[in-house]
Protein backbone atom coordinates (compact mmCIF):
# COMPACT_ATOMS: atom_id res chain seq x y z
CA UNK A 1 0.00 0.00 0.00
CA UNK A 2 2.51 2.59 1.11
CA UNK A 3 4.84 1.40 -2.07
CA UNK A 4 2.64 1.82 -4.66
CA UNK A 5 0.44 5.01 -3.31
CA UNK A 6 -2.62 2.88 -2.21
CA UNK A 7 -3.75 5.36 0.21
CA UNK A 8 -5.74 7.98 -0.01
CA UNK A 9 -4.34 10.60 -2.37
CA UNK A 10 -2.26 13.48 0.05
CA UNK A 11 -2.02 10.09 2.97
CA UNK A 12 1.23 10.17 4.77
CA UNK A 13 0.89 6.41 4.47
CA UNK A 14 1.97 6.63 0.54
CA UNK A 15 5.78 6.23 0.13
CA UNK A 16 4.61 10.14 -2.59
CA UNK A 17 4.43 12.07 0.66
CA UNK A 18 8.23 12.17 1.15
CA UNK A 19 9.39 13.57 -2.27
CA UNK A 20 11.84 11.97 -4.28
CA UNK A 21 11.95 8.61 -1.76
CA UNK A 22 10.94 6.27 -4.29
CA UNK A 23 13.36 7.27 -6.62
CA UNK A 24 16.46 7.46 -3.99
CA UNK A 25 15.56 4.17 -2.74
CA UNK A 26 15.40 2.14 -6.59
CA UNK A 27 18.44 4.10 -7.09
CA UNK A 28 20.09 3.14 -4.02
CA UNK A 29 18.59 -0.15 -2.30
CA UNK A 30 19.88 -0.10 1.21
CA UNK A 31 21.97 -2.66 2.19
CA UNK A 32 20.98 -2.77 5.56
CA UNK A 33 17.86 -4.12 7.71
CA UNK A 34 14.68 -1.23 8.38
CA UNK A 35 11.63 -2.52 9.98
CA UNK A 36 8.72 -1.04 11.17
CA UNK A 37 8.71 -2.64 14.48
CA UNK A 38 11.29 -0.77 16.76
CA UNK A 39 8.46 0.23 18.97
CA UNK A 40 6.94 -2.78 18.84
CA UNK A 41 9.68 -4.96 20.34
CA UNK A 42 11.21 -2.39 21.72
CA UNK A 43 8.37 -0.88 23.86
CA UNK A 44 5.25 -2.10 23.25
CA UNK A 45 5.35 -5.38 23.25
CA UNK A 46 7.54 -5.28 26.36
CA UNK A 47 5.27 -3.19 28.02
CA UNK A 48 2.11 -4.91 27.45
CA UNK A 49 3.48 -8.48 28.39
CA UNK A 50 4.30 -6.65 31.83
CA UNK A 51 0.93 -5.52 32.52
CA UNK A 52 -0.63 -8.92 31.46
CA UNK A 53 1.86 -11.01 33.52
CA UNK A 54 1.69 -9.56 36.56
CA UNK A 55 -2.12 -9.07 36.22
CA UNK A 56 -2.08 -5.38 36.59
CA UNK A 57 -5.43 -3.31 36.90
CA UNK A 58 -4.38 -0.14 35.61
CA UNK A 59 -1.99 1.14 33.14
CA UNK A 60 -1.49 4.76 33.40
CA UNK A 61 0.10 6.75 30.77
CA UNK A 62 1.33 10.58 30.68
CA UNK A 63 0.62 11.34 27.46
CA UNK A 64 -1.06 15.04 26.88
CA UNK A 65 -3.67 15.69 23.65
CA UNK A 66 -1.95 18.97 23.13
CA UNK A 67 1.47 17.31 22.32
CA UNK A 68 -0.27 16.68 19.12
CA UNK A 69 1.52 13.47 17.16
CA UNK A 70 0.43 9.90 16.27
CA UNK A 71 0.31 8.82 20.49
CA UNK A 72 -2.12 11.35 21.51
CA UNK A 73 -4.17 11.42 18.24
CA UNK A 74 -4.86 7.73 18.57
CA UNK A 75 -6.60 8.29 21.56
CA UNK A 76 -10.32 10.37 22.10
CA UNK A 77 -10.06 10.98 25.76
CA UNK A 78 -8.32 10.02 29.33
CA UNK A 79 -9.84 6.70 30.11
CA UNK A 80 -10.49 3.50 28.66
CA UNK A 81 -11.58 0.41 29.52
CA UNK A 82 -9.61 -3.23 29.56
CA UNK A 83 -7.11 -2.52 26.87
CA UNK A 84 -7.23 -2.55 22.95
CA UNK A 85 -7.20 -6.54 22.86
CA UNK A 86 -9.77 -8.82 24.83
CA UNK A 87 -6.75 -10.88 26.38
CA UNK A 88 -5.75 -7.51 28.32
CA UNK A 89 -7.26 -7.25 31.73
CA UNK A 90 -6.46 -3.88 32.24
CA UNK A 91 -8.31 -0.24 31.95
CA UNK A 92 -5.80 2.72 30.51
CA UNK A 93 -5.59 5.60 32.39
CA UNK A 94 -3.92 8.97 30.89
CA UNK A 95 -4.70 11.49 34.00
CA UNK A 96 -2.85 14.43 31.72
CA UNK A 97 -4.68 14.04 28.66
CA UNK A 98 -6.30 17.24 28.99
CA UNK A 99 -3.36 19.33 30.57
CA UNK A 100 -3.32 22.46 27.85
CA UNK A 101 0.37 23.87 28.37
CA UNK A 102 -0.60 26.60 30.56
CA UNK A 103 -2.13 23.68 33.02
CA UNK A 104 1.39 22.47 32.47
CA UNK A 105 3.56 25.91 33.46
CA UNK A 106 0.58 26.10 36.25
CA UNK A 107 1.68 22.79 37.95
CA UNK A 108 5.57 23.53 37.57
CA UNK A 109 4.97 26.86 39.50
CA UNK A 110 3.01 25.28 42.25
CA UNK A 111 5.11 21.98 42.49
CA UNK A 112 9.01 23.62 42.08
CA UNK A 113 9.42 21.02 39.60
CA UNK A 114 12.81 20.64 38.41
CA UNK A 115 13.09 19.54 34.63
CA UNK A 116 16.11 17.39 32.99
CA UNK A 117 18.78 18.83 31.81
CA UNK A 118 17.49 18.05 28.26
CA UNK A 119 15.21 20.81 28.55
CA UNK A 120 16.86 23.48 30.81
CA UNK A 121 20.59 23.68 29.62
CA UNK A 122 20.80 21.28 26.51
CA UNK A 123 17.78 22.96 24.71
CA UNK A 124 15.92 19.75 23.52
CA UNK A 125 12.13 20.60 23.18
CA UNK A 126 10.99 17.21 23.73
CA UNK A 127 12.29 13.95 24.80
CA UNK A 128 11.94 10.10 24.02
CA UNK A 129 14.27 7.28 22.54
CA UNK A 130 17.67 9.31 21.98
CA UNK A 131 18.31 10.02 18.41
CA UNK A 132 15.70 7.72 17.24
CA UNK A 133 16.16 7.60 13.78
CA UNK A 134 12.61 8.05 12.89
CA UNK A 135 12.40 11.07 14.30
CA UNK A 136 12.54 14.98 11.98
CA UNK A 137 15.21 16.30 13.88
CA UNK A 138 17.57 13.50 14.84
CA UNK A 139 20.16 15.32 13.07
CA UNK A 140 19.14 18.19 15.40
CA UNK A 141 19.43 15.74 18.56
CA UNK A 142 22.69 14.37 17.35
CA UNK A 143 24.65 17.24 17.29
CA UNK A 144 23.56 17.88 21.22
CA UNK A 145 24.21 14.58 22.54
CA UNK A 146 27.37 14.58 20.25
CA UNK A 147 28.14 17.65 22.64
CA UNK A 148 26.71 16.56 26.03
CA UNK A 149 26.38 12.94 26.05
CA UNK A 150 29.38 12.01 23.62
CA UNK A 151 28.92 8.12 25.03
CA UNK A 152 25.55 8.20 24.38
CA UNK A 153 26.74 9.30 20.69
CA UNK A 154 28.97 6.49 20.32
CA UNK A 155 26.18 4.31 21.54
CA UNK A 156 23.01 5.44 18.81
CA UNK A 157 25.51 5.74 15.77
CA UNK A 158 26.61 2.20 17.29
CA UNK A 159 22.95 1.02 16.75
CA UNK A 160 21.14 3.31 14.07
CA UNK A 161 24.20 5.03 12.06
CA UNK A 162 23.60 3.14 8.95
CA UNK A 163 20.20 4.48 8.92
CA UNK A 164 21.39 8.01 9.60
CA UNK A 165 23.41 8.05 6.70
CA UNK A 166 20.71 6.55 4.43
CA UNK A 167 18.69 8.98 5.92
CA UNK A 168 20.90 12.08 5.11
CA UNK A 169 21.14 11.08 1.56
CA UNK A 170 17.62 10.80 0.88
CA UNK A 171 17.51 14.28 2.04
CA UNK A 172 20.44 15.32 -0.28
CA UNK A 173 19.21 13.13 -2.71
CA UNK A 174 15.63 15.03 -2.64
CA UNK A 175 17.87 18.58 -3.01
CA UNK A 176 19.18 18.06 -6.31
S1 LIG B 1 14.16 4.24 18.53
FE1 LIG B 1 12.40 5.22 17.57
S2 LIG B 1 11.39 3.58 16.42
FE2 LIG B 1 12.77 2.60 17.93
S3 LIG B 1 11.54 2.23 19.78
FE3 LIG B 1 12.47 4.24 20.00
S4 LIG B 1 10.93 5.69 19.22
FE4 LIG B 1 10.42 3.65 18.45
Known amino acids: MWWCNKYKKG ?3 NISYNKWLKEFIIENPP ?3 ISNT ?3 YAKKDVAHKLL ?3 EYDLNIVGIRKSEGGARSSAYK ?3 DEN ?3 KKNTYDNYRPLFWYKNSDKEEYDKHYEITHSLCYTEYGLKRTGCCCCPYGRDFEY ?3 ITKEYEPKLFIA ?3 IFGDSYEYTKNTKNFAKR
Open 11 to 13: SKF
Open 31 to 33: EFK
Open 38 to 40: CCK
Open 52 to 54: SDF
Open 77 to 79: SCF
Open 83 to 85: GKS
Open 141 to 143: ELK
Open 156 to 158: VNN
